[in-house]
């Protein structure tokens, strides 16, 4: 997490204003949000590129094309250590536009009302559930009564958390908070070896603010929370992905490029050693062997000490037939001989 969010701080944020979006499902639709990598993906493109339109319509200056910046958090728990799907977006306050003479421009949108909100909430709730419906996941009668449902029909919204550009300690505890994981150590208290209680800052179901469970409840509700493998649990979106064309131009501010560092060459020391161990193993001109490999003549060391691994016996032969080539008096096969164990 520490690593992340500094990361994510120094070299993917620019100095702007950062506001995060919170978007929660129904109980109905959270399990395959969890399950179903295809239809998490799908919720989450359909939140940002509404959240986007809404942000281009905030800036009249801004083209058709202008795009924003988010990073996007999946939790997928919630209070008391519950299992809750739900998505934290970051996204910069405004929209990046660019330009035919290869420059970036930035358009700071205005603060959303609760107009605004209310249509990305309406906008949200319509296309998802429309989605679900064309791929088989609600019955077109459930997802008509999921979408007259009072109260937003389960769908919650909320962007009422923004950071000002100059804030950085405040987009690095936003960051925390996004990217923590799913219990605190601080918050464990043990009453006995056969009961451990967790209290949470936030109330649970039913407003408990602590729950008892034993050692083997406790082994199930974690494992319950873990992620499926081969899963990111945050992501980047439109100027702030790896392959955007507006990735370098956005990030303007010194402090949050990224500096690519060249990988360090090879050892020289060793290449006039491959090159007449090379030629010493074989003529100039001979074709190179390409059917089974022939058995080395350097007899194997009896035991590989701890200082001996086979990448170093390798440099250590080639060593041995560089200096054999080099003197005539020397066998043409020489014995390595072992180190002793450490």
């Known amino acids: 997490m520490v690593e992340t969010v500094a990361h994510l701080a120094d070299h993917v944020f620019p100095r702007l204003p950062v506001r995060q979006w919170v ?55 919630g209070a008391l250590l519950k299992p809750h799907e739900h998505l934290h977006c970051l996204v910069i306050e405004g929209v990046f536009e660019a330009y035919t003479s290869g420059t970036a421009t930035f358009h700071e949108s205005r603060t959303p009302d609760q107009k605004w909100l209310d249509e990305v909430h309406a906008k949200v ?25 009072a109260h937003g029909g389960g769908f919650s919204l909320d962007a009422s958390v923004r950071i000002e550009g100059t804030d950085r300690p405040g ?23 056969e009961h451990l209680v967790y209290e949470s800052l936030k109330p ?28 990111h649990r945050h992501r980047y979106y439109g100027v702030l992905a790896a392959n955007a064309r507006l990735r370098g131009r956005s990030l303007r501010s010194p402090a949050c490029r990224t500096v690519r560092r060249r990988q360090p060459r090879p050892s020289q020391s060793l290449r006039p050693l491959r090159q007449a161990s ?24 009896v035991a590989l000490g701890r200082c001996c691994s086979r990448g170093s016996m390798r440099s250590f032969r080639w060593s041995v037939h560089a200096a054999a080539a080099g003197c005539e008096s020397s066998p043409s096969s020489p014995t390595p001989v ?5």
């Not at 202008?66 to 958090?73: D, K, L, T």
């Not at 090379?278 to 007899?299: E, I, L, N």
């Open 23 to 77: 978007l929660s499902v129904p109980k109905r639709l959270r399990d395959h949000l969890q399950h179903d990598p295809t239809i998490e993906t799908l919720a989450l493109r359909i939140f940002l590129s509404i959240v986007e339109q809404v942000l281009r319509r905030a800036c009249p200056a801004a083209g058709p094309d202008s795009r924003i910046g988010a990073v996007a958090f999946i939790h997928c728990f």
């Open 125 to 149: 709730r319509r296309r998802l559930l429309r989605a679900l419906t064309r791929r088989g996941v609600l019955e077109p009668e459930d997802a008509e009564a999921m979408a007259n449902w």
């Open 171 to 193: 987009l690095e505890r936003l960051l925390r908070y996004c990217a923590r994981p799913a219990f605190a150590l601080e918050r464990w208290r043990e009453i006995d070896a």
């Open 204 to 231: 649970g179901p039913g407003g408990s603010i602590s729950l008892m469970l034993t050692p083997l409840e406790l082994i199930e509700r974690l494992a319950a929370l873990i992620p499926p493998p081969r899963r």
């Open 278 to 301: 090379r030629q010493a193993g074989r003529p100039r001109g001979q074709r190179k062997h390409r059917g089974k490999r022939k058995r080395s003549s350097v007899a194997p060391p």
């Open 338 to 342: 072992p180190c002793a164990r450490s």
